[in-house]
T-cell receptor, first 106, second 113 residues
Framework: KNEVEQSPQNLTAQEGEFITINCSYSVGISALHWLQQHPGGGIVSLFMLSSGKKKHGRLIATINIQEKHSSLHITASHPRDSAVYICAVTGNQFYFGTGTSLTVIP | GAVVSQHPSRVICKSGTSVKIECRSLDFQATTMFWYRQFPKKSLMLMATSNEGSKATYEQGVEKDKFLINHASLTLSTLTVTSAHPEDSSFYIC?????????FGPGTRLTVL
C-alpha cells in the first residue's frame, strides 16, 4: 500500500466544471504539497500546506490533519488546466502519490 | 518567479557510459537541492538531498556510488549516473528550496541503450 493515495487516477471534465482531486496519506507529515506536471514533464509547485486552506487564483487546497486528507479544487476549469496533479508529503522523507491525470475538454 | 533549469533536457547514451545532469537555480541561491526520479505511472521518488559544500544525503535504496551528487556552489548541483544501464532509463528531476516553496527543474529524460 502506498503511503500517499490519490483519487481519481484519471479525470475528464468539461470546461467550466468544478474539479476536486483527493489525497490521503498514512504517515506523519510536516507538510503536504500539490504539484502540477504538464505534458512536457516540467513540474510546478502549486501549494505547500501544513494546516487549513490556501487559495491561489482558481485553485484551492485544503488539508485536514486529523483525517490525514487533502483536497485540491479547481474552479471554472479550463483546458489549460489539463495536466497531472501530484500530491506529495514530507515527514521523515518525501512520499509521492501516483498522480491524477486531468483533461479539461473545451 | 524563481527558476530552476536542468541540462540536458534529453540524453541518450550507451550502456556502461556515465552521464552528468546539471541543475541550476537561476535567480536565487539554494543551499539545498533535491534530486528525484520519476517512474512509470507518474510517481516521483526522492533520490537524495544535495547540500552545498557537504556530502549528499541519499534515500534508502539509492546507490550513492551509482548516482554521484555534487553541490559545488549555491546555484549548481550535478547528478552523475555512473556506468549507466538500461534500467537507469528514467526521467530525472531536481528542485531547489527557496523560503518555503520548492521550485522544480524541467527534468532530464535519460535513455540508456
Amino acid at each position: 500500500k502506498n503511503e500517499v493515495e490519490q483519487s481519481p487516477q484519471n479525470l475528464t471534465a468539461q470546461e467550466g466544471e468544478f474539479i476536486t482531486i483527493n489525497c490521503s496519506y498514512s504517515v506523519g507529515i510536516s507538510a503536504l504539497h500539490w504539484l502540477q506536471q504538464h505534458p512536457g514533464g516540467g513540474i510546478v509547485s502549486l501549494f505547500m500546506l501544513s494546516s487549513g486552506k490556501k487559495k491561489h487564483g482558481r485553485l484551492i487546497a485544503t488539508i485536514n490533519i486529523q483525517e490525514k486528507h487533502s483536497s485540491l479544487h479547481i474552479t471554472a476549469s479550463h483546458p489549460r488546466d489539463s495536466a497531472v496533479y501530484i500530491c506529495a508529503v514530507t515527514g521523515n522523507q518525501f512520499y509521492f502519490g501516483t498522480g491524477t491525470s486531468l483533461t479539461v475538454i473545451p | 518567479g524563481a527558476v530552476v533549469s536542468q541540462h540536458p533536457s534529453r540524453v541518450i547514451c550507451k550502456s556502461g557510459t556515465s552521464v552528468k545532469i546539471e541543475c541550476r537555480s537561476l535567480d536565487f541561491q539554494a543551499t539545498t537541492m533535491f534530486w528525484y526520479r520519476q517512474f512509470p505511472k507518474k510517481s516521483l521518488m526522492l533520490m537524495a538531498t544535495s547540500n552545498e559544500g557537504s556530502k549528499a544525503t541519499y534515500e534508502q535504496g539509492v546507490e550513492k556510488d551509482k548516482f554521484l551528487i555534487n553541490h559545488a556552489s549555491l546555484t549548481l548541483s550535478t547528478l552523475t549516473v555512473t556506468s549507466a544501464h538500461p534500467e537507469d532509463s528514467s526521467f530525472y528531476i531536481c528542485s531547489a528550496k527557496r523560503v518555503d516553496t520548492q521550485y522544480f527543474g524541467p527534468g532530464t529524460r535519460l535513455t540508456v541503450l
